[in-house]
C-alpha cells in the first residue's frame, strides 16, 4: 500500500492509501462522517477487495490525512472529483463504495458527473436534514465502542462550523446513468431504513436493493456480516476471479 496526496480545485490535501496490483479496474471506498481511510474497518476492507481489484481509499476534508474542515455533503464531491480524474487516468474501470454521507456523496457525484461505471452506496442519507441519528442509545453505540474504538481517528476529525446548503440526494438520484447497488441495515440507528429504499425507488438506472435484517449502520454491515458483504459486493463489480471465500 502506498499513501498519495492530491490535490483539489480548492487547495485542499487529499490523504489516499493506493492498493495497487496491476488491475484494470479500481475501487474508490468512501468513509462516512468521523471515518477514515486508516480506520480499522476501511484498512481490512480496503485489504479485502484489493484481491479482486485495485483500491484508492480516501480521507474526505477535515478528515485524517486530508486538509481543510469538513462541510458534511456541501463541498467534498470537490474531494471526491480529484480522486476520480486520477483513476481516470490509471484505470479503465472506475468503481465507487461509499458509507452514510459518503454513500450520500456516491449517489451526488454520479448524478451530476455521469463519468462512473458502477456505485455501491451503504446507508445513504436521502436528505441530511433528515438523518434520525440516534447514536446515543445504548443499543448503537455499546456493541460498536470496542470495534472503532480509536481515539487518533477522533482526533483528526475537524468539521467546520457553518452549516452550509447541500444538495439533497433523493432530488437528484434520478440523473445516475450507471447501476447502482444500495444496501441498508434493517437496525440502522443513524440512518433508518427508509432513506435507501428512497433512494431506491427513486433512481432509474439498472439497479438492486439488498437488506441486511440484522444490519447496523454503514461499515458495521462490513464488521458483522463480512462473507455476505464482501460476496454481495463483489458480484455487483463483476469480479473476475469469483466469489469471495
Known amino acids: 500500500m502506498q499513501e498519495i496526496f492530491l490535490l483539489t480545485e480548492d487547495n ?5 492509501n493506493h492498493y495497487r496490483n496491476n488491475f484494470e479496474e479500481v475501487l474508490i471506498i468512501c468513509p462516512g462522517w468521523f471515518m477514515t481511510k486508516d480506520s480499522r474497518a476501511f484498512r481490512e476492507m480496503s485489504i479485502e477487495f484489493s484481491k479482486y481489484m485495485d483500491v484508492l481509499a480516501m480521507d474526505f476534508r477535515g478528515h485524517g490525512k486530508s486538509s481543510g474542515f469538513y462541510t458534511f455533503m456541501s463541498k467534498e464531491t470537490r ?33 451530476l458527473e455521469g463519468n462512473i461505471d458502477k456505485v455501491i452506496a451503504i446507508s445513504a442519507p436521502a436528505d441530511f436534514y433528515k438523518i434520525e441519528n440516534r447514536m446515543w442509545r445504548p443499543e448503537a453505540w455499546i456493541p460498536t465502542l470496542f470495534k472503532k474504538f480509536e481515539p487518533e481517528r477522533w482526533l483528526s476529525v475537524r468539521p467546520e462550523p457553518l452549516l452550509r446548503k447541500k444538495l439533497k440526494p433523493v432530488d437528484i438520484v434520478d440523473k445516475i446513468t450507471c447501476p447502482v447497488l444500495f444496501i441498508a441495515g434493517k437496525k440502522d440507528p443513524t440512518v433508518f431504513e427508509w432513506h435507501t429504499r428512497a433512494l431506491f425507488e427513486r433512481a432509474v438506472c439498472p439497479k438492486h436493493y439488498e437488506l441486511f435484517e440484522n444490519g447496523r449502520h454503514a461499515e458495521d454491515l462490513f464488521m458483522d456480516e463480512k462473507d455476505r458483504f464482501m460476496n454481495i459486493c463483489l458480484e455487483w463489480l463483476g469480479a473476475k476471479v469469483g466469489a469471495y471465500v
Open 12 to 16: 485542499i490535501k487529499i490523504g489516499i
Open 79 to 111: 474531494d471526491l472529483s480529484t480522486v476520480v480524474n486520477f483513476a481516470k487516468e490509471h484505470y479503465k474501470n472506475v468503481y465507487l463504495l461509499g458509507f452514510s454521507l459518503g454513500g450520500g456523496l456516491v449517489l451526488t457525484y454520479s448524478a
